[in-house]
C-alpha cells in the first residue's frame, strides 16, 4: 500500500531494550508495536508479519515470553520463540484464542497479519523469571483477557494497552468502564517508568494515567447533557469530537470516534 513502510528498530529505555517493529502509516493507527526485553526474558512479542525479523535480532537468547493479551499485534514471534525453546506466559483468559487465534477483519492482515497459534502457560498472580518478578494486574478494560505488568523493585510498568496515550476513538472490542478502572490500578501503582504496548515511554506514569483518566471523565461530562436530552449518539459524536475519520472506514469499524461515544452512552445509562 502507498505510504506504508517497514519499521525496526531495538535501543535502550531505562534501562529495558524496547524493540519497535510494524508497518507505520503516520497518524492513522497504532500500527507500530514494542516488545520490551530484560535479560532473557521478552514482555509482547511484535505483529506476525515482523515475526522473522524480530527473532533474527533476539537470536537464541530467549527464555521466558511474558504476553499482556491474544492481540495479533502483541504476539507474532511468540510461536517462533516457543519453537526455540521459550516458555510463554500469557493471561489464563488468552489461552484459547492463542491456541486457536480469531478471524481478523481484512485490515488486520493487511497492518499486522495473522498470528500462528502458540501453547502458553497460564499466568497464576506472578511471574517469576531469571530477570524478573512481575505482578500481575487484570486489566479487562481493552480486552476481556488483558493484563499489565508491574516490576515493584524497579517501579517498571509494561501496561500493553492498558495505556494508549489521549485518543478520541476506541477499538470495538474496549469497555470504557472498565478502561477508567483499569487506569485507576496503574495510577495507584508506585511506578516510576511506564513501558506501553504503542507509542512513547513514560517517566511520570502517575500523571500520564491521570491525564488520560481525566480526559475519558472529561467527554463523559460533556455528553451527559446531550445523553440526557436524548441528542441521538451519531449526532453527540459529531458535536464532541466531530466527523469520523479514515481510520473507521479503513478498519471496517473496528476503530471508531462512534464506538468511544456508544461507551460514554453506555456509561452515563448505567450511572444517570
Ligand atoms: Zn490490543
Redesign the pocket.
Known amino acids: 500500500m502507498p505510504g506504508w513502510f517497514n519499521l525496526f528498530r531495538a535501543r535502550s529505555v531505562h534501562g529495558v531494550e524496547q524493540i519497535t517493529a510494524g508497518k507505520r502509516v503516520l497518524g492513522i493507527l497504532p500500527t507500530v508495536a514494542h516488545c520490551y526485553r530484560v535479560g532473557s526474558t521478552l514482555i509482547d512479542a511484535g505483529p506476525p508479519n515482523h515475526a522473522n525479523r524480530v527473532l533474527d535480532h533476539l537470536g537464541n537468547g530467549i527464555e521466558h515470553v511474558v504476553l499482556?493479551?491474544h492481540?495479533e499485534?502483541?504476539v507474532g514471534a511468540a510461536h517462533l520463540l516457543e519453537h526455540e525453546g521459550a516458555t510463554v506466559h500469557a493471561p489464563k483468559a488468552s489461552l484459547p484464542d492463542l491456541q486457536h487465534p480469531p478471524e481478523l477483519l481484512a485490515y488486520q492482515k493487511r497492518v499486522w497479519g495473522r498470528p500462528r497459534p502458540v501453547e502458553a502457560k497460564p499466568i497464576d498472580g506472578k511471574v517469576s523469571t531469571p530477570d524478573l518478578t512481575l505482578e500481575t494486574m487484570e486489566t479487562p478494560g481493552?480486552?476481556r483477557d488483558?493484563a499489565a505488568f508491574f516490576e515493584p523493585e524497579r517501579g517498571w510498568l509494561f501496561s500493553?494497552?492498558a495505556y494508549l496515550g489521549e485518543r478520541d476513538i476506541l477499538?470495538s472490542?474496549e469497555d470504557l468502564g472498565l478502561l477508567l478502572e483499569d487506569l485507576g490500578t496503574l495510577a495507584s501503582l508506585d511506578a516510576e517508568v511506564l513501558f506501553p504496548?504503542h507509542g512513547s515511554v513514560r517517566d511520570d506514569p502517575k500523571s500520564a494515567i491521570e491525564h488520560l483518566q481525566r480526559h475519558y471523565e472529561e467527554l463523559r461530562d460533556r455528553a451527559e447533557p446531550l445523553v440526557s436530552s436524548g441528542v441521538d449518539p451519531g449526532e453527540i459524536r459529531s458535536r464532541l469530537l466531530g466527523r469520523e475519520g479514515i481510520i473507521r472506514y479503513y478498519t471496517q469499524g473496528d476503530f471508531s470516534k462512534q464506538n468511544l461515544v456508544e461507551e460514554l452512552v453506555g456509561l452515563l445509562d448505567a450511572d444517570p
Do not use: A, Y
Open positions: 499482556t493479551h492481540h499485534d502483541h481493552h480486552g488483558h500493553g494497552d477499538r472490542c504496548g
